[in-house]
């Protein structure tokens, strides 16, 4: 495959074989040789004249596949109010095993204060205002009472990608079910019942299929 005359499917297929690596072995545990070694021919050269490092494949990786989970979800939150919209969608994403265990993979990454600097860059700029948008929509239907859609927003993604990330924090099943019921006592406070048993639930399955992937 010629990596000028096909440069998308070049990066496709790059991406394709990294994401099958990174699920497999982790993102720590695969070198750019591992993934040169999938590629069929592909030199380290087309490797590097597409992405700079490992990081920034990882980073590709994780962006189309958020994106695409991204796209999927919100398709099906149509006819929902805006409180249910932020509900499911919430759920869906903790749901979403083969996302976070990619996410979490990467542990030498997640340890870097640049990295969850990064995290709040990214937070601010995309989940936070999809949130935002959805808080508003809840208060025009009706679903919501807040006079704060910002920080609701804003709450809502901290709370859950980054104060209960548990590699960041290193925090234990327990430490996680400690937070949780103060998140559920704090967002009933704002009247915004978002967490009950099934959040619960569902934030200490993915907490368990992290840990059995990078233990």
Request: charged content about 25%; some cysteine; overall charge negative.
């Amino acid at each position: 495959m010629a990596r000028n005359k096909y440069p998308e499917e070049t990066e496709k297929k790059i991406l394709d074989v990294a994401e099958k690596l990174f699920l497999g072995n982790g993102y720590d545990h695969t070198t750019i040789q591992d993934i040169i070694d999938q590629l069929g021919g592909l030199t380290k050269g087309v490797i590097y004249h597409h992405f700079s490092s490992k990081k920034a494949i990882f980073d590709k990786v994780l962006e189309r596949k958020y994106g695409n989970e991204v796209s999927l979800r919100l398709d099906r939150l149509e006819g929902l109010t805006g409180f249910q919209k932020i509900r499911e969608l919430s759920l869906m994403t903790m749901r979403a095993t083969d996302h976070q265990m990619l996410a979490y993979s990467a542990r030498t990454l997640l340890s870097n204060p640049q990295m969850v600097g990064n995290q709040y860059k990214t937070a601010y700029e995309t989940a936070i205002p999809l949130m935002k948008d959805f808080v508003e929509e809840g208060i025009s239907d009706g679903s919501i009472i807040t006079e704060f859609p910002q920080e609701i927003a804003e709450l809502l993604v901290l709370s859950t990608n980054i104060w209960l990330a548990p590699l960041i924090y290193e925090l234990s099943k327990k430490e996680i079910l400690h937070k949780l019921l103060f998140f559920q006592q704090l967002y009933e406070g704002v009247n915004f019942p978002l967490i009950d048993d099934e959040y619960i639930g569902a934030c200490l399955m993915m907490y368990e299929v992290i840990q059995k992937k990078i233990n």
